[in-house]
């Protein structure tokens, strides 16, 4: 049986979601290639397929990845209907070094020079100090911890407090929007995703009642 030794465009590559960004591909960001609606953030600690290890996991550091395609992680520049890449002739990194065949190329780049939005956001923008209290108070391994002793202990302490860092992580991109009138797109590369829609990677649910938000464990809800 012949092995496979050249991309059949099969688009499963670009589904698993878009290539992180090094600093190879800081000239492509130029307004022309890519522009800040094409861009997402995920932040350390976030969940997100790698890879290196062919599943999601906590992601090692900050990266900037091209956006998905609505909800789904389908690299936003993947024409689905067509099989084709939007951007081939200017793809980033990543993509130029992937082949499904043969992984060791890729591999070595994986988290290797990446950038992160202290390559993008000038440095006197004024949502940096929004973007500080975020990182400082609404870090993802702190959720994980959280989690875990949520999960395995069902503590309403530490329940409150898991709701209490998702609705801070909501306030401070409302405050944003507030001041700067952000777009979606926007508001995904200068805070990232939610925090609220990472909660079922650590078993959680969460509900929006009178009193706020709270959180569950997904096991008590189905049980
Ligand atoms: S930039 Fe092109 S090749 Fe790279 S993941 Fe997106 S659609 Fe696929």
Redesign the pocket.
Known sequence: MSRMRSCKRCGT??SKG??ALHTEDLPLIDGRHLTIPDLITIRAGEPVFSPLVNTIEPSRSELIK?AGQDDSWT?H??DQAQNL????AN??LE?RLLKCWETADLTQVIYQHCLSRHDIIPANDDLWELITIQEEHCEFAKIAALAAEFITTCNSTTQTEIGRIVSLDLKIRQRAIQLRRLSVAEELLYFGRPLFKSLAFYHLTLHEGPHGITVHSASSLGA
Request: aromatic fraction near 20%; charged fraction near 5%.
């Open positions: 590559c670009c878009g290539p091209l690299c520049f993947f890449c939007g951007i081939y793809r980033p993509c």
